[in-house]
């Protein structure tokens, strides 16, 4: 068990609960940057009594806490990701995959002389598109 999930938990009295447990547990080995709806589908049979409130709610304690982050895509629903070293990510337009990218010089991107004035507390880089397996099958489909 996690003594990153119990300290955190503690400092901010939260009981440590088997579903809240079992959310923190399946995120962390997780790499599809699962939504909370697949989250809650994959840990009801186990836990019958599991809300999506529950794993919603959940999931945004641990997010606030710095032990899990948050893959914002505008205009769809919050994906999580059990990563929270700095990362960017590739997003499938069609499957809705999502590629964890590290890369050092996303990391270091220079502020756009335009954004003078604005101070900068972060930035994160999504490149959108066709994960491999997709832009096969869309070749595949045009040319039948
Ligand atoms: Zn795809
Ligand atoms: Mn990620």
Same mark, same amino acid.
């Given at each position: 068990? %996690? @003594?990153?999930? !119990?300290?955190? #938990?503690? %400092?901010?009295?939260?009981?440590?609960?088997?579903?809240?447990?079992? /959310?923190?547990?399946?995120?962390?080995?997780?790499?599809a940057h699962?939504?909370?709806? @697949?989250?809650?589908?994959?840990?009801?049979?186990?836990?019958?009594?599991? %809300?999506?409130?529950? /794993?919603?709610? @959940?999931?945004?304690?641990?997010?606030?806490?710095?032990?899990?982050?948050? /893959?914002?895509?505008?205009?769809?629903?919050?994906?999580?990701?059990?990563? @929270?070293?700095?990362?960017?990510?590739?997003i499938c337009?069609?499957c809705g995959c999502i590629v964890?990218?590290?890369?050092?010089?996303?990391?270091? #991107?220079?502020?756009?002389?335009?954004?003078?004035?604005?101070?900068?507390? %972060?930035?994160? /880089?999504?490149?959108?598109?066709?994960c491999?397996r997709c832009?096969?099958?869309?070749?595949?489909?045009? !040319?039948?």
């Amino acid at each position: 068990m %996690s @003594t990153e999930l !119990k300290d955190a #938990l503690r %400092s901010r009295r939260i009981p440590l609960t088997h579903q809240r447990l079992a /959310v923190y547990q399946l995120l962390k080995k997780s790499r599809a940057h699962p939504s909370a709806e @697949t989250l809650h589908r994959q840990l009801k049979g186990r836990y019958p009594s599991l %809300s999506l409130a529950t /794993v919603y709610k @959940t999931l945004q304690t641990f997010e606030k806490l710095g032990l899990i982050s948050l /893959v914002n895509i505008p205009h769809a629903q919050a994906r999580y990701d059990g990563i @929270t070293e700095r990362h960017h990510h590739a997003i499938c337009q069609s499957c809705g995959c999502i590629v964890d990218l590290f890369d050092a010089r996303l990391d270091d #991107l220079p502020v756009p002389a335009a954004a003078a004035g604005f101070k900068v507390t %972060s930035h994160s /880089v999504h490149f959108r598109g066709l994960c491999a397996r997709c832009s096969k099958t869309s070749r595949a489909r045009r !040319k039948s």
